[in-house]
């Protein structure tokens, strides 16, 4: 199902949306979780990152980025894969002038890339180190000395049909296959900020901003339904709330569908915290407090002594945390109940960059206003769209909302009124 649609399901009725989906290159990345020994070197590691930007009469009102990695064990008889989706971050800036809940917006955003077949992120991947040496000769790299790519250009101005000729699938770009439907993981670190992609967002009254409880309650709910009607029953679902114990973290568990959710992270295996180095178990996320965390440790010269049950307790002392807000760690671990086979259409679902410079040229139109006024929304969809337009003869997806709910919380809202009637009315009987 396109984009389009999964996003539809979510918006109200009959009003009108675009959404600007930007994707990476796939880039071979460090592993996500540093190997302990040498002999994990064969381990590859594809990253790909997502953003998503959506607009409503003509303003950006919510952004969403998201990071896929996909790992492959390249074994003698067959590859080995998992897929961890890391939230990175969800941010509104409270300029969207009609009723819509952006948690389902977001469960349907993470629903699409759930359903994206793992192969698509592999097919042209940016090696790590390009291997220069197996290039056409004919081609002309950073590597290639001044005099050589004159004359190459020389010999192509004279015979047009040279260029046509040129190999580009040796060296290039790599390629892998695994099966579609591999283990998939979903990481997220749940932290309030007054804005993460709208910066001055806060200053607008109007910006809806959750605390940190609730922003937690938001998250499970969204991953609960998801694991419930995506992911088979043998998932496992982790909550870790640095620094406190298992009866909170179990509060928070209580009347989730999943029976499948425990305290814990996806991580730590309780009968080794005492014995496992952090560092070889916390995954590396880009812009992560887990992660920033371990660089410290190894500024400190403290990263071979950490163990994981001191990490976790150490986390929750650090500055940025100490603002007695809730954050927390939640992890799911699985497979999908229906292999996901989509794959994205260049024209339709995403715009995809040919850089990573590209891609964050494009996002820092929306991510370098300020949105302390409603000017700032206005100007990001401007500038994103003339931009696309002008530059790539590209448009933002148009997207018209089919989701009733708000006509139910209308009526909800109106059969309540109606029930307090009747019962005043019940009430008055007895007097008569
Ligand atoms: N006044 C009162 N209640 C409101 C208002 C409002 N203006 N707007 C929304 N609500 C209620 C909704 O009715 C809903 O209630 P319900 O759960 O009882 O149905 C609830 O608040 C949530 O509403 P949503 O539309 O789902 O989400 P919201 O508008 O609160 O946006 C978000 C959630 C994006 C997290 C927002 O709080 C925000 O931008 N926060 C700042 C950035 C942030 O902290 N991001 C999360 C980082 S963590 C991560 O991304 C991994």
Known sequence: MALR?????????????????LQNPSKESHPVITPQSSNKSGLITVKNQHFFALFHKEKAIYALEIYVYITLTPEVQDTIAERIVFVSKADTNGYCDCEVS???????????????????????????????????KHLITKKTKPTDALRLLAKRQGDVSLMSSINLNVGIYHSFQCQPNIITKICLFTKPSPQYLFAESSKNPKKHQLDGASLLKWWLDILDELIVECFDQNTTANLRIPGEDETVVNRYLRGLKHNGWEAGDLFTKKSNEKHDLAAFRIPLFPDDPKSRFLHQLADEGRILSMYLKAYWAELQERQEFRLSVTVSVIGIQGHQAEEPIYVPNNKHDVFLTSSKKQFNSIKNYITGEAYDTIEGAFEAYLNVKYFLGDRFGRRLIKVEGVAKYRWIKKESIEKRRQDIINTLSVRKKPKK
Request: net charge positive; hydrophobic share 35%.
């Open 5 to 21: 649609e999964y996003l539809a399901q979510a918006l109200p009725d009959q009003e009108q949306f675009e959404i600007l989906h």
């Open 102 to 136: 952006f948690k389902k917006i977001t469960q349907q955003l993470l629903r699409y890339v759930l359903s994206i077949n793992p192969n698509y992120y592999l097919q042209k991947v940016i090696p790590r180190h390009r291997e220069y040496h197996k290039f056409d």
